[in-house]
């Protein structure tokens, strides 16, 4: 699958999340509950430089969270088995963890979940 329709599987995987809206790219606003992925680059599979080969590609998947910290933990707890399942026949999924999104002017740095994964 090429980076582009990773993206768009991705995004259609995530949406079907209720609650979810997942975007090929990151919106110029976002909200509580939208969604992208990030391409983290590739690399040859077990370490072999050789061209041509199967890459394999380093994914984030970015989720906006509730501002306030307990609606996040609320928001996170029902969404992230049924996110993890929906990325599972995309991604190989190598870690979750939590990251800030900055903001413009006077509002707050956006709270963000982050599922890294990979794929060929």
């Known amino acids: 699958m090429s980076i582009i329709e990773t993206r768009?599987?991705?995004?259609?995987?995530?949406?079907?999340v209720a609650g979810v809206t997942g975007y090929p790219y990151a919106p110029r606003a976002y909200k509580s509950g939208d969604a992208?992925?990030?391409?983290?680059?590739?690399?040859?599979?077990?370490?072999?430089g050789r061209y041509p080969a199967n890459f394999v590609?380093?994914?984030?998947?970015?989720?906006?969270l509730p501002a306030d910290e307990e609606a996040a933990d609320?928001?996170?707890?029902?969404?992230?088995e049924p996110l993890v399942d929906a990325l599972r026949p995309?991604?190989?999924?190598?870690?979750?963890?939590?990251?800030?999104?900055?903001?413009?002017?006077?509002?707050?740095?956006?709270?963000?979940?982050?599922?890294?994964?990979?794929?060929?």
Do not use: N
């Open 90 to 120: 995309i991604l190989s999924i190598t870690d979750i963890g939590d990251a800030r999104l900055p903001a413009d002017g006077a509002i707050p740095a956006y709270r963000a979940m982050i599922i890294t994964g990979e794929t060929e």
């Open 36 to 48: 992208w992925s990030q391409w983290g680059g590739a690399e040859p599979p077990d370490g072999d």
């Open 74 to 80: 609320v928001w996170t707890d029902a969404h992230l």
């Open 57 to 64: 590609h380093m994914w984030r998947v970015v989720f906006v």
């Open 8 to 16: 768009e599987a991705i995004a259609a995987a995530v949406s079907a």
